[in-house]
């Protein structure tokens, strides 16, 4: 399938999207700062640069799009056209990120994953849920945890968190 915009727009349209600051990564950086904690961002010496590290807890958060990362969640769907590419480059993201936390354990760090399918779209979650997991996360020392939107049997939605370990 042909793209439904010309090279230039799709360009223009591409460069718009943000790495970092994004409205999700926001969001739950307000939140843990209201929550009292204190973080420094995308701090470049560690692997992959969370968006939040929490140094006195030796933890960091990465805030991840469903889309960019390739979350198995509503969010993500594979694109239609340039297949190929967008294959090698959503894989190699998946890739990388196994690799970053793992480092990242393996230097003593702790990690939390909080996916975009938490914070908005159908299997969002309260907010103030996530928020109160997270800083239950940040001071509880547990290693590699997870975030992501869920919905229950009967339609509601319910906190999903996965434990690597």
């Known amino acids: 399938m042909a793209d439904v915009v010309d090279s230039k727009t799709r360009s223009r349209m591409m460069s718009g999207i943000r790495g970092k600051d994004t409205n999700p990564e926001q969001l739950i950086r307000k939140g843990v700062f209201a929550r009292g904690f204190r973080f420094r961002l995308h701090d470049k010496r560690l692997p992959g640069k969370p968006d939040l590290v ?3 807890y030796h933890a960091v958060i990465f805030v991840h799009g469903c889309f960019w990362h390739g979350h198995d969640c509503h969010l993500f769907k594979w694109p239609s056209s340039n297949k190929q590419f967008w294959s090698e480059k959503i894989s190699r993201n998946r890739v990388v990120d196994g690799r970053n936390i793992r480092v990242l354990l393996e230097q003593g760090w702790r990690s939390l994953t909080i996916w975009e399918c938490a ?9 103030d849920s996530v928020l ?5 996360w940040i ?3 547990s290693a590699d945890y997870e975030i992501c939107g869920s919905v229950t049997l009967d ?11």
């Not at 339609?155 to 370990?165: D, E, L, Q």
Request: hydrophobic share 30%; with cysteine; glycine share 10%.
């Open 54 to 56: 929490f140094p006195k």
């Open 119 to 127: 914070l908005k779209g159908r299997t969002r979650l309260p907010i």
């Open 132 to 136: 109160c997991d997270a800083a239950t």
């Open 139 to 141: 001071e509880s020392g």
């Open 155 to 165: 339609g509601k939605n319910a906190i999903a968190a996965r434990s690597y370990t």
